[in-house]
Structures are given as C-alpha cells and as structure tokens.
C-alpha cells in the first residue's frame, strides 16, 4: 500500500492506495503528526509521497520520512510524463501531479486536464506523454469574494445550481454573471485547444468539478482524486527507477 499526502490550498488528503485502488481517503483542515501516525498505524504502508502547492510542512514530512519510505515532491522529483514549460521551477506541484494523472489513465491521448478549485486550470498533455501548459483563472469561489471584497455594497454569494441569464435582483445577476461566465470560460478553453487537438479528451476534476456536468455544450469526463491517482503513478514511477 502507498500513502499519499495533499496538502492544497483549502484541504489536505490523506490517501490510502493498493495496487490501482483508492482505499482510503480522508480531509482535514490541519494535519496533524498524529493523523499520520494513526494513517500508518492503521493501514501500514510501504511507501509515502507528500506534495504541497505552497511550501512542504517541513514538521509533517520529517514525521513520514522517520516512519517509511517518503518522497517529498518537488519540481527535481523523477516523473513518467515530459515537461516542456519555461519555468519549470514555477509549474504547481497539483498541475503536475494531474497531468500524470490524467496520462496514466489515458495513455496515448491528447488530455486537456480542468481542475477546478481555488483556482480552475488548464493542463495540455499530449499522446506522445508530452506535457505543455495551459492556464490558470480564478475559481468560482474566489470570484464570489472577489466581488465582495473589492466592491462597497455586493454581498458575498456562494455557488447554486440553478441560476438565471438575466438577473432580476443584484444576487441573481452576480449569480449570472459569476457562473454562467466560469462555463463560457471553460467551453472557450475546451475549442480553443481542441482547435491544436482535435483529438481531445477532456478530463475536469476537483471540488467543483461537478458544477459542469450537464452544463457545458463540450463533452467532458469528471475524474475525482486525480492528483491522488497522479501523487500515486509518481511513487510507483521511483520505485522503478
């Protein structure tokens, strides 16, 4: 078994994985040494990664590399997909590990990776295990407290399912004005691309990641715990080399 450890910028995962199989996971909002110690108590991995989109928790990596076998990953960890970007040292340790993800589970296929988060972003890996780029926006949470934040009178909204083109209130209209942009965002970047590759199979992921089934005019597959899958493909990846 591999335990894989998430920390992002809302939540971190605690993953417990056998062979293809996810077993176990769990979020906190703060991990804790002792999360860990009851994880591998309970679970009893051979092997860890831990990954972290802001800097490593140097307390809880130390803790993991004492008890197993861990890779703390970073941008010089050995990874089974090929990066062509300028600034590789810059490139988001989450935008990596779903892209190894995606390519792991789509081998030989043009991807473009939606994740959709705090931020939403777009990952292009192509059939050859090339990875490219793509782009990064605001989420949809961060564009609710943005309008809130930077405005004197707009209240802060959270995300509904059904919402109007043409708000009748100032909620419904930042309603639309919110989501119904987020899907025209997410169908311009999925033609945009598929304009380069038409081949293209689009995997959306994350914790709004279901916000787009059934509303986007682009087919989509929603994958949930790819950067697990992805932190997973890595350790198993070093083993072998």
Not at 2 to 30: H, M
Not at 47 to 76: Q, Y
Not at 189 to 218: C, M
Request: charged share 20%; with cysteine; aromatic share 8%.
């Amino acid at each position: 078994m591999n335990l894989v450890v998430d920390i992002g910028n809302s939540l971190t995962k605690v993953a417990i994985i056998e062979g293809e199989s996810i077993i176990n996971v769990d979020k906190y909002e703060i991990l804790s040494t002792d999360v860990i110690d009851k994880t591998v108590s309970k679970y009893a991995p051979s092997r860890a990664i831990i990954s972290n989109v802001g800097k490593i928790d140097k307390e809880i990596s130390s803790h993991l590399k004492n008890i197993i076998p861990t890779i703390e990953f970073t941008s010089l960890t050995k990874i089974p997909i090929t990066i062509n970007y300028k600034t590789p040292q810059t490139l988001g340790l989450d935008r990596i590990a779903l892209a190894v993800g995606a390519n792991y589970l789509y081998p030989s296929t043009n991807l473009l990776v939606i994740g959709c988060g705090t931020a939403i972003t777009y990952d292009l890996v192509d059939s050859k295990s090339m990875y490219y780029g793509g782009a990064i926006s605001p989420g949809i949470v961060l564009r609710f407290k943005s309008l809130n934040q930077h405005t004197a009178n707009l209240p802060l909204l959270e995300q509904v399912d059904k919402f109007e083109l043409i708000g009748s209130s100032t909620s419904e209209c930042i309603e639309s004005g919110v989501l119904n942009g987020v899907i025209g965002e997410v169908d311009y970047f999925i033609d945009s691309f598929k304009t380069k590759f038409p081949s293209l199979k689009v995997l959306v992921t994350g914790g709004d990641a279901n916000f787009f089934v059934n509303k986007l005019k682009n087919s989509i597959f929603v994958v949930q715990n790819l950067v697990i899958i992805g932190l997973n493909r890595i350790i198993e990846f070093n083993a072998k080399h």
